[in-house]
T-cell receptor
């Protein structure tokens, strides 16, 4: 079983829809959780991060972490065509002066006008 | 401030040639990472540098790959005797430090170098 699982999609939604992107993980040591957005032919850009269970909101984006289920989500409200990109989850486990950052494979999202 | 920059943005090379890819991290970031991203694939970790410590080379796929970081800033990834399977986008990222604060783990990526081996 991979440490981080993410459905690659592609996911296609109409403009204005609510989008739900998810990752599951198996390593209980993961403490910090991030979402990156990657436009075509660009490097990933950090969208949101959180380090506790619960919700974190930033504009149209909400990151949700459920450590008991080892499940994280990113919700996009009122989705726009400009949200079309690949979304990667990333997780950090720390310990003894080092850390491990693991990325999901990314979900490709298309928002259709 | 300036973000992470990489050069060249595109590189086409013949099989068997050596290539050098350059990364300029964000000023003040002590940690620097190299990743490879093949078409439709996730990010494959290659190597990371933290300050003056010995680099973590555990992700390098073969001894044809090497990297160095001079003066704790600019880094060069070298691929010797390139093969067609080396064709990918090579991404560099930097972060503040390993000081144990949550924001220190946030990695900021450059635009990548698209390498094509013919």
């Amino acid at each position: 079983q991979k440490e981080v699982e993410q459905d690659p999609g592609p996911l296609s939604v109409p403009e204005g829809a609510i989008v739900s992107l998810n990752c599951t993980y198996s390593n209980s040591a993961f403490q910090y959780f991030m979402w990156y957005r990657q436009y075509s032919r660009k490097g990933p850009e950090l969208l949101m991060y959180t380090y506790s269970s619960g919700n974190k909101e930033d504009g149209r984006f909400t990151a949700q972490v459920d450590k008991s289920s080892k499940y994280i989500s990113l919700f996009i409200r009122d989705s726009q065509p400009s949200d079309s990109a690949t979304y990667l989850c990333a997780m950090v486990a720390t310990g003894a002066g080092s850390y491990q950052l693991t990325f999901g494979k990314g979900t490709k999202l298309s928002v259709i006008p | 401030g300036a973000g992470v920059s990489q050069s060249p943005s595109n590189k086409v090379t013949e099989k068997g040639k050596d290539v050098e890819l350059r990364c300029d991290p964000i000023s003040g970031h002590t940690a620097l990472y190299w990743y490879r991203q093949s078409l439709g694939q996730g990010l494959e970790f290659l190597i990371y540098f933290q300050g003056n410590s010995a680099p973590d080379k555990s992700g390098l796929p073969s001894d044809r790959f090497s990297a160095e970081r001079t003066g704790g800033s600019v880094s060069t990834l070298t691929i010797q005797r390139t093969q067609q399977e080396d064709s990918a986008v090579y991404l560099c990222a930097s972060s503040l430090a390993l000081a144990g604060r949550a924001r220190d783990y946030e990695q900021y990526f450059g635009p990548g170098t698209r390498l094509t081996v013919t």
